[in-house]
């Protein structure tokens, strides 16, 4: 009980010292009183300018990097689709070579083997 009652004491002393603090606002020069909102405009207005660059110049350097990583997916891409299409290629090769030697008669295997080979 007796810590309650402390700190409202304590609470207390901070509000008429908060009060006194306001009647020092009230006895300073007209200047200084213009003053004080002025600066704190100025400082939120900079401070708003400079989150809103730094918000565009994130968003800026992330597009590009999306654009990198498009433009070396697509070439990895490209790349794996040419070595796709050689491999078909060389299948189709094969497949023509086996039905040449189907259709020739000569359907050995350790001929269409040693062709395959090559």
Do not use: C, H
Request: charged share 30%; proline share 1%.
């Amino acid at each position: 009980m007796q810590i309650l009652l402390e700190f409202v004491r304590k609470i207390s002393k901070r509000i008429k010292g908060g009060v006194s603090k306001m009647n020092n606002f009230k006895n300073m020069k007209l200047k200084n009183k213009i003053m004080i909102p002025i600066v704190i405009l100025v400082f939120l207005i900079l401070s708003v300018i400079i989150a809103g660059m730094s918000v565009i110049l994130y968003n800026s350097k992330s597009q590009d990097k999306q654009k990198e990583i498009r433009e070396s997916a697509k070439n990895y891409g490209l790349e794996i689709s040419s070595e796709i299409e050689n491999s078909f290629e060389k299948a189709r090769a094969a497949a023509s070579i086996l039905k040449g030697i189907k259709e020739s008669g000569s359907a050995d295997r350790k001929i269409a083997t040693n062709q395959l080979k090559k």
